[in-house]
T-cell receptor, first 111, second 114 residues
Framework: GNSVTQMEGPVTLSEEAFLTINCTYT??????LFWYVQYPGEGLQLLLK?????DKGSNKGFEATYRKETTSFHLEKGSVQVSDSAVYFC??????????FGSGTRLLVRP | EPEVTQTPSHQVTQMGQEVILRCVPI?????FYWYRQILGQKVEFLVS????????KSEIFDDQFSVERPDGSNFTLKIRSTKLEDSAMYFC????????????FGQGTRLTVV
């Protein structure tokens, strides 16, 4: 079945550092891909998405490009802020009715 | 902005008791979901619901679980006889089309079984 693998955390960065969180997927076909963010004590919020190969999703300075050749959807941000500290989940949709989530990566940004 | 609303935010229950978790999906959405997240672990799919019936369910969603849309706005998850291992954050979600496009999640209900 489909699966999503993302890098383990925690990832600890200093403010204004460059962020990459790796995500790869295994699927039949080409599912839509998503990044969700979970701030401390809150629920899941959609951060960005891409629905087909070479699409780039972007929001709040975060970007991810759907790369079919490497089956990847890595999350990047050029300059992180303390307020970006959260858990980030990569997820893939499929032709059924559910999302498959990665295990989540905790990001801690220090001032 | 429309949002998915879940109640209560936190529920504590005795082992063996029944609990009902409530959700109000976004009003024009047709597909509804429950996911759960055991503390520190990944978010897991439980069940999807469309046109008043279950579309898909995971292995986790055994006979102790049931879902219902009792009226035009609410979507509920019932756990008939809770176990300690049911302690988790339960997320409701809804979408306009099947889960391949974005689903909107509620804030979650933290269920603690003691």
């Amino acid at each position: 079945g489909n699966s999503v693998t993302q890098m383990e955390g925690p990832v600890t960065l200093s403010e204004e550092a460059f962020l990459t969180i790796n995500c790869t997927y295994t699927a039949t076909g080409y599912p839509s891909l998503f990044w969700y963010v979970q701030y401390p004590g809150e629920g899941l919020q959609l951060l960005l998405k891409a629905t087909k190969a070479d699409d780039k999703g972007s929001n709040k300075g975060f970007e991810a490009t759907y790369r079919k050749e490497t089956t990847s959807f890595h999350l990047e941000k050029g300059s992180v802020q303390v307020s970006d500290s959260a858990v980030y989940f990569c997820a893939g949709g499929d032709s059924s009715y559910k999302l498959i989530f990665g295990s989540g990566t905790r990001l801690l940004v220090r001032p | 902005e429309p949002e998915v609303t879940q109640t209560p935010s936190h529920q504590v229950t005795q082992m063996g008791q029944e609990v009902i978790l409530r959700c109000v999906p976004i009003s024009n959405h047709l597909y509804f979901y429950w996911y759960r997240q055991i503390l520190g672990q990944k978010v897991e799919f439980l069940v999807s619901f469309y046109n008043n019936e279950i579309s898909e369910k995971s292995e986790i969603f055994d006979d102790q679980f049931s879902v219902e849309r009792p009226d035009g706005s609410n979507f509920t998850l019932k756990i008939r006889s809770t176990k300690l291992e049911d302690s988790a954050m339960y997320f409701c979600a809804s979408s306009e089309v099947p889960g391949g496009t974005e689903a909107f999640f509620g804030q979650g209900t933290r269920l603690t079984v003691v």
